[in-house]
């Protein structure tokens, strides 16, 4: 239930509708804009009367919430959330690309591709050092040693980092390196990992499981903002669905759906949510005309050789045009992409 306070409703006001929220059993949170204040009433009461607080001085407006998920919603917050992380604003009007490779696998792999993708205007690096794979067999990542090479390539070329974390036990290690913690679509619901991050500092790109309606991702990123960190971004990677001509489908309808539902920027993985190279740069055309926020690319300098997703991995010169298309999409819709970045290049 939110309760939407007059403007200029005095302290007094305002505390005596929490005291008698907290009076019915809810727990309250409290977000005082300029002149307005508005109280998040949480604890589901299906037959609470919201006239007991309608009633009370001071107060405007009582609505209920009818989805399961609060602090995401557009009800909690009315405008887009924009948030800024390693210099960099996201939710805003520039489509923020970030891009690299699926793992880090070298100190040469990941340094070129740094040097390459901020030259083009990437502003952020990917890279898994943990590896969710589907086979125990397969390269797992390089772990620690993977994390200290992305910083480093990311410091020298100018870049922030995402890096994924895959349990509980590995947030305090990747968050001494990374600038953004990705939960992969196998772990968007392990609620003990989405709680511990819902406790840090850090941004948390928050991948849609492979079966998760859109519902169920909102809730995903409820735990972590119920938990105390509201800088979250939704990634939309692919669905499975009854398709097999594709890795996965890659649900564009999600991203004007999800801005309807939630303040919370959305992004979208066209290199998982297709898995084959040709099909990246279209439905990366396509996602930004849908609205992304912002995209997420693997691109190698050798996807031939790729340890993992090689297939689905973009060769140098085709990053390259994504780039120029996208800008010229962004464009027509009045956004932005960084601009490319030569002097960043240290090769
Ligand atoms: C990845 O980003 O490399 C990855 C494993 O993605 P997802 O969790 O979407 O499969
Ligand atoms: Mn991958």
């Given at each position: 239930?939110?309760?939407?306070?007059?403007?200029?409703?005095?302290?007094?006001?305002?505390?005596?509708?929490?005291?008698?929220?907290?009076?019915?059993?809810?727990?309250?949170?409290?977000?005082?804009?300029?002149?307005?204040?508005?109280?998040?009433?949480?604890?589901?009461?299906?037959?609470?009367?919201?006239?007991?607080?309608?009633?009370?001085?001071?107060?405007?407006?009582?609505?209920r919430v009818t989805t399961p998920?609060?602090?995401?919603?557009?009800?909690?917050?009315?405008?887009?959330?924009?948030?800024?992380?390693?210099?960099?604003?996201?939710?805003?009007?520039?489509?923020?690309?970030?891009?690299?490779?699926?793992?880090?696998?070298?100190?040469?792999?990941?340094?070129?591709?740094?040097?390459?993708?901020?030259?083009?205007?990437?502003?952020?690096?990917?890279?898994?050092?943990?590896?969710?794979?589907?086979?125990?067999?397969?390269?797992?990542?390089?772990?620690?040693?993977?994390?200290?090479?992305?910083?480093?390539?990311?410091?020298?070329?100018?870049?922030?980092?995402?890096?994924?974390?895959?349990?509980?036990?590995?947030?305090?290690?990747?968050?001494?390196?990374?600038?953004?913690?990705?939960?992969?679509a196998r772990n968007m619901q392990?609620?003990?990992?989405?709680?511990?991050?819902?406790?840090?500092?850090?941004?948390?790109?928050?991948?849609?499981?492979?079966?998760?309606?859109?519902?169920?991702?909102?809730?995903?990123?409820?735990?972590?903002?119920?938990?105390?960190?509201?800088?979250?971004?939704?990634?939309?990677?692919?669905?499975?669905?009854?398709?097999?001509?594709?890795?996965?489908?890659?649900?564009?309808?999600?991203?004007?759906?999800?801005?309807?539902?939630?303040?919370?920027?959305?992004?979208?993985?066209?290199?998982?949510?297709?898995?084959?190279?040709?099909?990246?740069?279209?439905?990366?055309?396509?996602?930004?005309?849908?609205?992304?926020?912002?995209?997420?690319?693997?691109?190698?300098?050798?996807?031939?050789?790729?340890?993992?997703?090689?297939?689905?991995?973009?060769?140098?010169?085709?990053?390259?045009?994504?780039?120029?298309?996208?800008?010229?999409?962004?464009?027509?819709?009045?956004?932005?992409?960084?601009?490319?970045?030569?002097?960043?290049?240290?090769?």
């Amino acid at each position: 239930m939110i309760v939407v306070m007059e403007p200029g409703a005095t302290e007094a006001q305002i505390e005596q509708v929490i005291a008698r929220l907290h009076a019915f059993g809810f727990d309250v949170h409290r977000s005082s804009g300029v002149n307005q204040t508005v109280l998040g009433a949480i604890g589901v009461q299906p037959d609470f009367d919201v006239r007991q607080i309608k009633v009370l001085d001071g107060v405007a407006e009582v609505y209920r919430v009818t989805t399961p998920y609060k602090f995401v919603s557009r009800a909690w917050r009315r405008e887009k959330s924009v948030f800024e992380v390693a210099g960099v604003r996201i939710g805003g009007p520039e489509v923020v690309v970030i891009a690299g490779p699926c793992s880090v696998e070298s100190e040469e792999q990941i340094f070129r591709t740094a040097a390459f993708v901020a030259e083009q205007g990437a502003t952020f690096l990917r890279g898994g050092a943990f590896k969710p794979r589907t086979s125990p067999y397969a390269f797992q990542g390089l772990g620690e040693a993977g994390l200290r090479l992305m910083r480093q390539a990311c410091d020298a070329y100018g870049l922030g980092m995402i890096t994924e974390v895959l349990d509980v036990s590995q947030v305090e290690l990747v968050g001494r390196y990374t600038d953004i913690f990705q939960v992969g679509a196998r772990n968007m619901q392990n609620f003990p990992l989405l709680r511990e991050l819902g406790r840090t500092e850090k941004p948390v790109f928050l991948k849609r499981g492979l079966a998760a309606t859109i519902e169920e991702w909102l809730m995903a990123a409820e735990y972590i903002m119920a938990s105390g960190n509201p800088r979250i971004i939704l990634c939309e990677r692919g669905i499975r669905t009854f398709e097999t001509a594709t890795r996965n489908t890659l649900d564009l309808s999600a991203i004007p759906t999800v801005q309807k539902l939630s303040h919370l920027p959305v992004f979208a993985d066209p290199s998982h949510g297709t898995g084959l190279r040709d099909r990246v740069i279209p439905m990366a055309r396509a996602a930004v005309a849908a609205g992304a926020d912002g995209l997420i690319i693997e691109v190698h300098p050798n996807p031939e050789e790729a340890r993992s997703d090689g297939p689905q991995s973009l060769y140098f010169e085709q990053f390259a045009e994504l780039m120029h298309q996208v800008r010229l999409i962004a464009q027509a819709i009045g956004r932005t992409v960084a601009e490319r970045s030569p002097s960043s290049v240290r090769m």
